[in-house]
């Protein structure tokens, strides 16, 4: 049995985050749902412009958190977040925080259970599911490696036709395999370029299954 268990953040602004979150989706339609920690949230600082010019119009929310792990967000989708809702897409990102805290089995166990839960509760949307993003500069750091084998990990499971899975850590990569300060400034959060070739990358993705397109 996994040691990853929906656990709440009983604290602000988390809890105040969440929250809204359940308000929203209790008013609002939506068709694209980013799910995921601090770099998720991020869209509304750092990436804002790409997500005016990529998201606004397709009826997107954004439920990142900062701070998240699997377990923090495996409680949200379990305790409201995505009652009464089914997105065309959800975009889910998240992982990277539980690296150094989990052994690499119950992170993929947890991932593998939230991403039944959320089958769970949105049965007709499809599921974008991102490797955790590198870490560090160097390729050699410590968790860059833990992250690396997160998403090997990750590549190795099959996964139902609902669920798509993408690793676009070569897109911030240099040609060395190190991470660009000039994308990742602290070696983990994105600036507002490195947004701009997330959404470039997952754009196909998104197209097919928010837009309709082939």
Not at 26 to 38: M, P, R, T, V, W
Request: glycine share 6%; charged share 20%; net charge negative.
């Amino acid at each position: 049995m996994s040691n990853i268990v929906a656990t709440p953040t009983i604290k602000n602004p988390w809890l105040d985050r969440h929250e809204q979150f359940c308000a929203i989706v209790k008013s609002e339609a939506i068709d694209l749902l980013f799910l995921g920690d601090s770099i998720t949230e991020g869209w509304a600082s750092h990436g804002a412009e790409t997500w005016s010019s990529h998201y606004a119009r397709r009826k997107a929310a954004n439920f990142g958190i900062n701070g998240e792990r699997i377990q923090n967000l495996l409680w949200r989708v379990i305790n409201g977040s995505l009652d009464g809702i089914s997105p065309k897409l959800i975009v889910l990102l998240i992982g990277t925080n539980n690296a150094a805290r989990n052994s690499l089995a119950d992170i993929i166990e947890g991932i593998q259970i939230l991403l039944q839960e959320i089958m769970v509760r949105c049965p007709e949307s499809k599921i974008l599911l991102l490797a955790p993003f590198p870490r560090e500069t160097e390729p050699v750091a410590e968790r860059r490696r833990l992250v690396n084998d997160i998403n090997g990990a990750l590549e190795l499971i099959a996964y139902p036709a609902n669920i798509h899975f993408m690793n676009i850590a070569e897109a911030f990569l240099d040609s060395d395999g190190r991470l660009p300060t000039r994308l990742f400034p602290d070696g983990l959060h994105p600036v507002a370029e490195a947004y701009a070739i997330w959404a470039e990358r997952i754009e196909p993705v998104v197209r097919q299954y928010v837009d309709g397109e082939n």
